[in-house]
């Protein structure tokens, strides 16, 4: 069986971007032939501060986004990460076989930590680590990956043959990327060159699944366009692409709402000025997103069932992942009296 693992952040609010890029394709991947672990990565989460009365709930609501969009956790394994130890657990020992080299090629520490490298946490520089840990705590088979996580899945690939080269072992796989067609990148709403992220300090920068109808147009009226008319077809090169980021930015969201390509959103609607373009987009993104709000309001107002869902994943979790510590403890000689 091909055991897949994926996580997402509960860094605050799901965004249009998580749901496009990530969560409506691990619903998809439920119906193939994968075994699916969906984890909320709260220990990743907290490599940037994140206040402790608001974590909680940050984690419910991801957790009631991943339902909400058709994660079935009768069928996939749908837990937080702290809950199940063994995360951090092999993270340590990954911490130990990973090299301080790697950690430096790592593209998303140095966009994070920005100017401050020196004041960002360990945690954020050692980040990859526990990712690999994620993984291959479970021996996933396959990630599905965005090109953002390209280089750190690279990663996972480096620690697991050096861990089974320095032990002289066959233990972990080497875990592959799946690539579910052309990767969505959602661009913020206030500059089409910089991604759609749940942290970005403006909330007009992005759209929350959470959102009620009147808050998505609204965001959608003001999203940041240029005085141009609708471009007539889908950009060249990434030269025409970069002269008009939030144009394109906006017809790709549609496009991946209504699963139509960029060419038939251009045909659609090519010429037209953007205001009533920004008013079909409204129309298609409340009419997709409206079922998914819908059922995340009515699942954050019973948060013990979230909770009992999440409880019971880390249980089935462990059912994995402890043998496999055990396992790995012995490998390395670490002593289980
Ligand atoms: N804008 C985006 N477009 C497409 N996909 C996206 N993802 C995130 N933003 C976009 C994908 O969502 C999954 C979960 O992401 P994450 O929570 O692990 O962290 P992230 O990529 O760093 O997402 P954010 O929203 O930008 O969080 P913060 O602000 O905390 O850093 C991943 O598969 C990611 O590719």
Same mark, same amino acid.
């Given at each position: ?7 997402i ?39 940037v ?6 974590l ?6 991801v ?46 520490f ?13 945690g ?7 990712m ?9 088979t ?5 090109d953002?996580q390209?280089q ?5 690939r ?31 709403l206030?500059?089409?060159?910089k991604k759609m992220?749940?942290? =970005?300090?403006s /909330? ?7 959102? $009620? +109808?009147?808050? %998505? &147009?609204?965001? @959608?009226r ?8 609708v471009?007539?077809a ?22 991946a ?22 008013g ?8 997709v ?14 948060? =013990?069932?979230i /909770?009992?869902?999440l409880?019971?994943?880390?249980? $089935? +979790?462990?059912? %994995? &992942?402890?043998p @496999? ?9 670490l002593?289980?009296?």
């Open positions: 069986m091909k055991r897949i693992f994926s996580g952040q509960p860094s605050g609010g799901v965004t249009l971007g998580n749901y496009l890029g990530a969560i409506r394709n691990w619903a998809k991947l439920q119906q193939e032939d994968y075994h699916c672990l969906y984890c909320m990565v709260d220990l990743h989460a907290i490599t501060f994140q206040d402790p009365k608001a909680p709930q940050q984690t419910r609501e957790t009631a986004a991943l339902l909400a969009a058709g994660i079935d956790p009768k069928t996939s394994i749908v837990f937080n990460q702290s809950a199940v130890a063994e995360h951090a657990q092999l993270a340590w020992i990954f911490n130990c076989v990973a090299r301080v080299g790697w950690m430096n090629r790592m593209t998303q140095k966009e994070k930590a920005g100017k401050h490298r020196e004041n960002a946490s360990l954020l520089y050692a980040y990859p680590a526990l690999a840990a994620d993984i291959l705590i479970y021996k996933a396959h990630v599905p990956v965005g953002d390209k750190h899945l690279e990663l996972t480096d620690v697991a043959q050096k861990f089974n080269s320095d032990y002289g072992v066959d233990y972990f796989p080497l875990t592959e990327p799946l690539i579910y067609g052309a990767a969505t990148r959602v661009m913020s206030r500059d089409g060159s992220s749940k942290s =970005d300090p /909330d007009m920068s992005r759209i929350n699944l959470i959102d $009620d +109808a009147d808050t %998505i &147009a609204g965001k @959608i003001k999203a940041k366009t240029d005085p141009e008319p471009p007539v889908p950009p060249a090169s990434d030269e025409e692409r970069a002269a008009r980021p939030e144009a394109y930015n906006l017809m790709g969201i549609y496009a709402l209504t699963d139509k390509s960029l060419a038939e959103v251009a045909d659609e609607f090519g010429g037209a000025p953007f205001s009533a373009f920004k079909a987009l409204t129309d298609v993104a409340v009419a997103m409206g079922p998914i709000t819908a059922e995340m309001r009515r699942l954050m107002d019973h948060p =013990d069932e /909770d009992a869902i409880r019971r994943g880390a249980e $089935d +979790a462990r059912e %994995i &992942a402890a @496999i510590l055990r396992e790995v403890y012995d490998i390395v000689g002593l289980r009296p």
